[in-house]
């Protein structure tokens, strides 16, 4: 992990962002889908943009906590008791700040260094139907790392895009929703 966040590309456009590429070796990788917990395993992740006609979410979650790794059944377990601490651990948070760190600073200031954070390890299972909009991420978060896990490229085409708003060309008034948005 380390070394994938050392090796990642920054990006400041549309805002300061790295992306991984490739960062589990294949066996790893394999090693994750065949220990993905069952759907009942997850808790519904409800808000308006995963919501399906017949209410229930097409979004779901599973947090990963000592107690929710508690009720998994034990190769599952087994092998995702280990993720949480290597995942929330020191030298990641360290990692990914350095990595981050004009966009912090920016953000936090001096304040930066006293900042204390708690990472909060998910697996998120996005269901048929789900769909979310264009939105920012919430002002509570300080980095949000995602990585998908298709089991091949057939769904290449699914995942994060990102948008640049642009400003109107004429001061004083407002893009159309269709100019605002430029997907990258």
Same mark, same amino acid.
């Given at each position: 992990?380390?070394?994938? +966040? ?5 990006? &400041? *456009? ?14 790893? /990788?394999? &090693?994750? $889908?065949? $220990?993905?917990? #069952?759907?009942?395993? !997850?808790?519904?992740?409800?808000? =308006?943009? #995963?919501?399906?006609? *017949? ?5 779901? $979650?599973?947090i990963l906590t000592p ?8 190769? +599952?377990? #087994?092998?995702?008791?280990? @993720? ?18 004009? &966009?912090?600073? =920016? ?13 909060? +390890?998910?697996?998120?299972? *996005?269901?048929?139907? !789900?769909? @979310?909009? @264009?939105?920012?991420?919430? =002002? ?7 990585? /998908? ?7 290449? $085409? @699914?995942? %994060?895009?990102? /948008? ?5 060309? +004429?001061?004083? %008034? ?11």
């Amino acid at each position: 992990m380390l070394a994938a +966040i050392g090796a990642a590309p920054v990006e &400041a *456009d549309p805002f300061f962002h790295l992306t991984f590429q490739n960062v589990f070796p294949a066996d790893v /990788y394999a &090693a994750l $889908h065949e $220990h993905l917990p #069952a759907d009942d395993a !997850y808790e519904e992740l409800r808000h =308006r943009d #995963a919501l399906r006609p *017949d209410g229930s979410s097409a979004r779901l $979650h599973l947090i990963l906590t000592p107690q929710s790794l508690a009720r998994l059944p034990e190769p +599952i377990r #087994a092998f995702w008791t280990p @993720i949480h601490p290597a995942l929330s651990a020191p030298e990641v948070k360290t990692a990914l700040f350095a990595r981050h760190y004009p &966009a912090l600073f =920016r953000r936090f200031g001096k304040n930066l260094k006293t900042l204390e954070v708690e990472p909060r +390890i998910s697996l998120i299972r *996005d269901l048929a139907g !789900y769909r @979310i909009g @264009i939105h920012q991420d919430i =002002r509570e978060k300080v980095i949000t790392t995602q990585f /998908y896990l298709p089991k091949d490229e057939s769904r290449a $085409h @699914i995942g %994060t895009v990102f /948008y640049r708003k642009i400003e109107a060309s +004429i001061p004083g %008034t407002r893009a159309s929703k269709d100019e605002t948005e430029n997907r990258l």
